[in-house]
């Protein structure tokens, strides 16, 4: 991958995680995405972020260092705005071609630094707001931002050219090629690298979106004329249109979110799944948009996603040994740990010898402030009774999704 001039003195560098492998070991990319890393120079060169200890990114790195004639010993800070190892994996052999470099990063990021990459000397820890003069007008100021998605986190802001270097933040998943600027994008990547953005968003970032709320208005009186993520493109022409998509994704932990429905179902024999049809079909009579998934087949960090972002839920899942259908009871524990909350919620579900799924439901999702619909509930196979309520409560749900979150596009 090329190095990438994105301001006088300031340059990306880029690897791309290929498509099939997991994000933090949990979340499947099949588009890849990028770890991006920057590079400013004035009378004294700073790295900011690194990129994870694996041979060819490290390769891929050093050929971009070396294209603008920097490498370990002739950098004299490394910024460090993240201690997650896919940023920082690389730093404790990176500081050990060059012991004077300093380390700049976050009070609790020190000893993460230590713990990580076994470094305790030149670390310094920053206040908020503090700068450091690099020399030829190269101004870096740093913000803390914490649990963005880590305690540790910071962002840096160049001053001459007002780029905020955000890290985590405002990334999405996808990879970036040679269009890096939101200004190279065609309409079909812009679509691509939004979707790209809310499901990194959904399976990284939203359990902590109060702190996202907290970060951004920290942020609100900085002239941010770029912002340059960790992951995915650089916000160069409209950088607003970024923060404006991070700013909703994390109102949505309060509801309303978009008037959409996602429905999940699984079932064993098929009797559950009877009424899925029945339930969309309520739904699109109201022509609000549905997002379908079956579980344990579909993919949890893209349900995570579109129940994010959807003001109601529809759980179709059967009985199983007294409790939840376990794929499941697996999607919920995940909408726990993620805070999918505040939502409309109906389910629907049929039971062999004895119910149990609707008390585990009702108990397991106390805290995510759901509001259910009357459920539907049957012994064995479902009759016509069944199948009607099935459609009214989908009309139902829709109706109370358009009254509760209609104007939250
Ligand atoms: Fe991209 Fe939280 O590391």
């Not at 050990?96 to 470099?101: E, L």
């Not at 650089?234 to 700013?247: A, D, G, H, K, L």
Request: include cysteine; charged fraction near 30%; hydrophobic fraction near 35%.
């Amino acid at each position: 991958m090329k190095t990438v001039k994105i301001a006088d003195g300031i340059f990306r560098l880029g690897i791309n995680i290929e498509p099939g492998n997991l994000f933090e070991g949990i979340w499947s990319i099949p588009d890849g995405t990028s770890i991006n890393s920057y590079i400013v120079r004035g009378d004294k060169t700073a790295v900011l972020d690194l990129t994870q200890d694996q041979e060819d990114f490290i390769g891929s790195m050093t050929a971009q260092m070396d294209d603008l004639k920097v490498s370990p010993e002739n950098i004299d800070y490394i910024i460090v705005n993240h201690m997650e190892p896919d940023h920082s994996g690389w730093l404790r052999e990176f500081r050990k071609k060059n012991p004077s470099m300093e380390i700049f990063c976050t009070k609790k990021a020190v000893a993460l630094v230590e713990h990580f990459c076994g470094i305790t000397d030149k670390v310094h820890p920053i206040e908020n707001g503090e700068t450091l003069d690099l020399g030829q007008g190269k101004v870096l100021q740093f913000f803390e931002t914490p649990n963005i998605h880590w305690p540790e986190t910071m962002m840096t802001y160049e001053q001459s050219e007002k780029i905020l270097f955000a890290c985590d933040a405002f990334g999405s998943y996808g990879k970036v090629e040679d269009a890096v600027f939101d200004d190279q994008l065609s309409d079909d990547e812009h679509d691509f690298f939004e979707k790209e953005a809310l499901r990194y968003y959904a399976n990284i970032v939203a359990s902590f979106s109060v702190f996202v709320e907290r970060g951004l208005k920290k942020l609100e009186g900085l002239d941010i004329r770029m912002i340059a993520p960790s992951h995915g493109i650089i916000w160069r022409e409209n950088p607003s249109v970024i923060v404006e998509r991070y700013s909703r994704y994390a109102s949505y932990l309060k509801g309303p979110a978009c008037p959409e429905i996602t429905v999940i179902w699984g079932s064993m024999y098929g009797n559950t799944q009877q009424l899925v049809t029945e339930v969309i079909k309520g739904i699109r009579s109201e022509k609000i948009p549905v997002h379908q998934y079956r579980v344990p087949e579909d993919d949890i960090g893209f349900i995570l996603a579109d129940a994010w972002k959807s003001a109601g839920i529809v759980l179709g899942m059967p009985t199983y040994e007294y409790q939840m259908f376990p794929p499941m009871a697996h999607v919920i524990d995940d909408f726990k740990r993620k805070k999918v909350q505040n939502k409309k919620v109906f389910r629907f579900g049929s039971f062999g010898w004895s119910g149990g799924a609707e008390k585990e439901l009702e108990t397991s999702t106390e805290k995510l402030k759901w509001e259910f619909l009357e459920s539907v509930e049957w012994q064995g196979a479902p009759g016509e009774k069944e199948k009607k309520k099935a459609f009214e409560r989908g009309q139902e749900l829709a109706r109370i999704v358009k009254e509760f979150a209609g104007k939250s596009y």
